[in-house]
Structure formats: structure tokens, C-alpha cells
């Protein structure tokens, strides 16, 4: 199983990619319209070829290199829950999800990826999308399948769900299988970033990840829009506040010697998750480096997909492909 190639659009901090170059993609063109993630893919992998463009201006004509490649891979901007529907933007992540289905008729991928909210998969106010979805790939050959990943399951230390398109080649399409999960005892938070709390000699470190003793609730990336980082909604906060997080704001840097950890005191004996260790929590390697300020390197990890996922994913499609089984006749 090698050579297999890959276009991945809104490839932000490199989640998707990352993971797919693990399952043993390697990337024809990515391409992103925040400067900051392009840098970011850019530092980390120089080789990779990466276009700094609004996936909606993408043309493949423009890009011959894009065409004729076993797979099209979108880790796409989620779309609004039914409470945003009413806001100026709402449309533009639906129109993005749209315009990766069109896509697939210029680059005529061997499969396609695409991965979003859950709710996108099952839930009644997407219905439109998949009825769309399923209309564009049927009448180009694909057969496709809708489900619904955890991240927990995947060794990935956190409760991240996320919904699922997977298309395939007609001949090919009763090879593919969702991946199953890789792990059965789910990676805590104190396991992800004990080391990491402890490298500036907090001698608290040990205890504090002892009592962090679950996965992450979902880190939530945030819009442009919106002020400074946080871990999430408010629930997601309480969760936080339950292994002694302030998830209120996202840390300069990770305790230090002196750092008095008391949640019983308030949110300023809160320990703070830095973007580094958000980083972690998404399966991130450590020796990935995410450009920009604090905000702007978390957003862009907050909205990632894990690495760990996307190579799930990749070596489920690859098993699909490799072989190339029922292949019709020539002649």
C-alpha cells in the first residue's frame, strides 16, 4: 500500500494532512485562506506544496497537479448549529461543504474525505446538504457512507465527536469500512500533560494530573469574530473547573515553582491549558509548531482535526483502494 496521493482544502493547522501522511498519503496540493495557517504548514512540513487561497477561488485547471489523485480530503469549517442560522455568515460553511462536492467533479478523486460536526451526518437540519451531497457523487460514480467518529477512541485524550462522509468508487466502495476504534482504555488529561505541567518544576504537577483522571470535553477553536481565547462553551468550562481548569482563558505559560494550586480560592488557583498543551490534547505531536500569537495558534488548533483521526481515516480508505478490487473489464 504506497503512492497512494492526496488534495486537501481548508487544511488549517495540518490535523487532516498530518494524520493521512501517516496512514501513507502523500499530499499533491493543500491549500488554506489564513495566512497564519499556511505558515504553519509551511514550517512544518517546507516540502509540502501549499496554496494560500479561499477554497471557493480554487480553480484545478490553475492546478494540474490536483488532478488524478486517489483522494480528496476536507477537514471543513463547521457549520452553525440551528441557534446561528440567522447571522450575515451563516451561509459561508455551507457553501464551503458545497464547493467541496464540486470539486469532485473536476478532480475526480478515487475517494473523497470529508469531516465536520457531528450533527452533519444524522440530524435533521442537514438533511439538504446530504440529499445534495448524495445526488452530486451518485451521478459521478461514488457510493458514500455517513457515520460518526470519536476522537476518545482513537487515543486522542479528549470527547471530540465528529461527523463523517466517506465516498468511494462504485467498484470499490464495499471494500471500505469505518475505522474501528484503536484503543479500549480512553487517555486521560493528567496522562496527556503531567510532563508538560511538571517542566518548569511545579511540584504540584504530580497530584493535579492524578485528579485529571478523564478526557478533555471538545476544545472549541472560536471565530475571527470573537474576543480572546477559551476552552468552550459553558459546559465544557464546568467540566474543566471539575479537574481544577480555568477554562476561561487559554495560558501564557505552564505553571512555575511557586504556582499555589487551590481551585477551592477561585479561578486564580486554576491551573490554565497553554495552546502548546491544547496542541497535545488534539493529538498533535510536540514538535509541531503553530504560528501566530496565543489567540491565533489556538483557534487554529482548536479547529483541527486530530492527527491521530485523520490517520484512522487514511488507512481505512487506503485498504479500500489498495488493489483495486471488481474492476470492470476493458472492452
Not at 71 to 94: C, F, M, Q, Y
Not at 167 to 177: D, I, L
Not at 190 to 205: C, F, N, T, V
Request: aromatic share 6%.
Amino acid at each position: 500500500m504506497s503512492g497512494l496521493t492526496f488534495v486537501d482544502v481548508c487544511s488549517g493547522a495540518g490535523g487532516l494532512a498530518l494524520g493521512l501522511e501517516r496512514a501513507g498519503f502523500e499530499p499533491r496540493l493543500l491549500l488554506d485562506d489564513d495566512e497564519l495557517a499556511v505558515t504553519t504548514l509551511r514550517t512544518n512540513r517546507p516540502h509540502w506544496n501549499v496554496l494560500h487561497t479561499d477554497l471557493l477561488d480554487f480553480d484545478p485547471a490553475e492546478h494540474p497537479v490536483s488532478h488524478d489523485v486517489d483522494l480528496l480530503a476536507a477537514g471543513l469549517p463547521r457549520v452553525k448549529s440551528n441557534a446561528t442560522v440567522a447571522r450575515p455568515d451563516s451561509r459561508v460553511e455551507e457553501r464551503l461543504l458545497e464547493a467541496t462536492v464540486y470539486l469532485v467533479h473536476a478532480i475526480r478523486p478515487r475517494a473523497v474525505l470529508i469531516e465536520n460536526v457531528p450533527d452533519l451526518a444524522r440530524a435533521d437540519a442537514y438533511q439538504r446538504f446530504r440529499d445534495f451531497a448524495r445526488a452530486e457523487l451518485a451521478h459521478l460514480g461514488y457510493e458514500f457512507s455517513w457515520f460518526v467518529l470519536n476522537a476518545v477512541d482513537f487515543g486522542v485524550p479528549q470527547n471530540r465527536k465528529q461527523g463523517v462522509l466517506v465516498a468511494v468508487e462504485r467498484h470499490r466502495a464495499k471494500e471500505f469500512r469505518p475505522p474501528a476504534a484503536t484503543v479500549q482504555v480512553p487517555t486521560t488529561v493528567g496522562a496527556a500533560l503531567g510532563p508538560s505541567m511538571a517542566s518548569r518544576g511545579w511540584q504540584d504537577a504530580a497530584r493535579w494530573a492524578a485528579q485529571a483522571d478523564r478526557p478533555a470535553p471538545t476544545l472549541v477553536g472560536g471565530s475571527k469574530n470573537r474576543g480572546g481565547p477559551d476552552l468552550g462553551p459553558t459546559g465544557a468550562k464546568r467540566t474543566w473547573a471539575t479537574m481544577g481548569v480555568n477554562a476561561h482563558t487559554v495560558g501564557d505559560e505552564v505553571p512555575g515553582p511557586d504556582f499555589i494550586w487551590d481551585p477551592e480560592l477561585g479561578r486564580d488557583n486554576m491551573v490554565k491549558i497553554t495552546a502548546a498543551q491544547a496542541a497535545l490534547l488534539q493529538g498533535f505531536p510536540a514538535t509541531w509548531e503553530v504560528a501566530g500569537r496565543k489567540t491565533a495558534r489556538y483557534r487554529q488548533i482548536g479547529h483541527a482535526t486530530p492527527p491521530p483521526v485523520g490517520e484512522a481515516l487514511g488507512r481505512a480508505i487506503a485498504e479500500a483502494l489498495d488493489g483495486d478490487p471488481a474492476v470492470p473489464a476493458a472492452g
